[in-house]
T-cell receptor, first 114, second 110 residues
């Protein structure tokens, strides 16, 4: 069990640039989630996949955000035309029915938009 | 949407002390989980506990779903217990979307 892996750990970008983050879930987990966390707050749900299907998206997720999980394994989260308000920790988690859908989180990608 | 309130917001303890953290939620839930976020930012799942009581070493948790609250007990605290403890709930009928509280910041002093 290698855990949930996220890449990169840190990303600094200029406003207006596009960024993409990658998440590799625990291999036997069919559900994958993206959350966002800002300083002093709990994580906020962004979106959720079951296998390759994106089943739920938060109203927080603007049109500039897109997520994919093309083969039901790793996932990518892309932010287009980044804004300073996008600066946050982006967390990926995975789960499976076998463990009661307990969420296991990766270490996150810290995004700073200058 | 569902409201999740955690108390106290901050807690400072001497090593060896016991503590109780509380999570109140405003609606019926079918999933409740407790997490510990360590000082390096890693979120660790402590319990899946939509109802009843569970224990894991020095930690235990109780959820009374009918009264819409959950408690996390930490006994004989250690400095490594420091960090933020989050309660997260999934509203009944809401597909796989956990709503997190704002957390309890725990500091254990040596």
């Amino acid at each position: 069990d290698t855990g949930v892996s996220q890449d990169p750990r840190h990303k600094i970008t200029k406003r207006g640039q596009n960024v993409t983050f990658r998440c590799d879930p625990i291999s036997e987990h069919n559900r994958l989630y993206w959350y966002r966390q800002t300083l002093g707050q709990g994580p906020e749900f962004l979106t959720y996949f079951q296998n390759e299907a994106q089943l739920e998206k938060s109203r927080l997720l603007s049109d500039r955000f897109s997520a994919e999980r093309p083969k039901g394994s790793f996932s990518t989260l892309e932010i287009q035309r980044t804004e300073q308000g996008d600066s946050a920790m982006y967390l990926c988690a995975s789960s499976t029915y076998a463990t009661n859908e307990k969420l296991f989180f990766g270490s996150g990608t810290q995004l700073s938009v200058l | 949407g569902i409201q999740v309130e955690q108390s106290p917001p901050d807690l400072i303890l001497q090593e060896g002390a016991n503590s109780t953290l509380r999570c109140n939620f405003s609606d019926s839930v079918n999933n409740l989980q407790w997490f510990h976020q360590n000082p390096w930012g890693q979120l660790i799942n402590l319990f899946y506990i939509p109802s009843g009581t569970k224990q894991n070493g020095r930690l235990s948790a109780t959820t009374v779903a009918t009264e819409r609250y959950s408690l996390l007990y930490i006994s004989s605290s250690q400095t490594t217990d420091s960090g933020v403890y989050f309660c997260a709930v999934e509203l009944s009928g809401s597909a796989r979307q956990l709503t997190f509280g704002s957390g309890t910041q725990l500091t254990v002093l040596p």
